[in-house]
């Protein structure tokens, strides 16, 4: 397959798309007596048409997102200080990592045979990593949007590459996504009321509705039926194994097997098609090359190797800041806390990978969100 084409074309259908889970949400909760219609049309259409959220998500609940528009919002220097560090970060996943991997994942999928065994094992989990940093981007520089007009938006991601279940990566990423299925499709299908086979059951339909909403391919539909498996094995793996020892060695094996996991499936979403997945899933055997992940040979994927340093350390400090959101800890808050020298220097590192190591110039295209064209 080759490189993704973006138009802006596409932000018609893609806001609709959002729109109609948003919309669709609300009614439901009329319905149920969760929540009082709203009677004034212009903060309806406000609501559905919130733009920093309409694109891409988050999926603002309506108890959440309604309220808050109905107050008035007072200018806040807080909401504006942390509003421009949430845009400020975003810009960084998207520009500097996403991006800069867009690049070696194309270089890569677009020729598979000419880039065999280890070059694909590495593009895919390149890809795992583009996919989140720029959903990720997009949705902090949302919230970060919708911040500086005092308007909370939810935080869509939680360090899901620390999950050590496949359950877990689903309760962390796209959380906004998840819960509506969750909420307006898994429970009432039954959810796991009504026996364990049902309770799989629902499982598998739900992944496969979400493969089916990301687009009208088998490769999409395929994506979410695996994650549904992958959630039918581990309870089945959950009742047969004994052990319950929580200790260092088990906790890495269990997210580095999640981590393996997600990132397979990612491979048929980043195809496209099931016949570009299966001729991709042929190539990573044709050819026994781990070396190429040692001997320098990812230099050559359309990335300097200076560029591929400063892109290893970018990817480094995402984790380590994920790492403290796993533990539960509010990054922006600690940050916020550190002497006004930290402060300055770490923002100016971020403007300043931003605007040297960004995708600017003839090397590379315009990299649209992935995220548009769902």
Known sequence: MGEISWDYDILLPVGISFYTLQALGYLIDVYRGEICAEKSFARYA???????????????????????????????????????LLILYGLFLKMVISDRLAVMVDTVYGDSAAYPGFYIVAATVFF????????????TIARGSALLMGIYLMDNFNAPYFSKSVKEFWRRWHISLSSWFRDYLYIPLGGNRKGKTRKELNHLIVFAVSGLWHGASMSYVFWGFLNGIYQI?????????????????RRIFQRTLTFSLVTLAWLFFRAGTFASAGEIMANIFASNNWMVLMNGSLYNLGVPESHVKILLVSILLLFLIDYQK?????????????????????????????????????????????????
């Open 128 to 139: 795992a990593i583009q996919i989140y940093c720029d959903f990720y981007g997009y949705s």
């Open 46 to 84: 406000l609501f559905v048409s919130f733009f920093p959220q309409l694109v891409a998500g988050p999926i603002e609940r309506s108890r959440n997102l309604l309220a808050q528009l109905s107050d008035s919002h007072p200018f806040s220097y807080e909401n504006l200080r942390r509003g421009m």
């Open 326 to 374: 796993y533990q539960g800890k509010d990054v922006l808050e600690i940050f916020l806390k550190q002497g006004w020298l930290f402060r300055v220097s770490a923002i100016m590192f971020f403007v300043y990978v931003i605007l040297l190591y960004g995708c600017y110039g003839e090397m590379f295209d315009t990299q649209q969100f992935i995220y548009f064209q769902f």
């Open 233 to 249: 094995a581990e309870d089945v793996a959950s009742k047969i194994r004994k052990s319950s020892n929580d200790c260092f060695s």
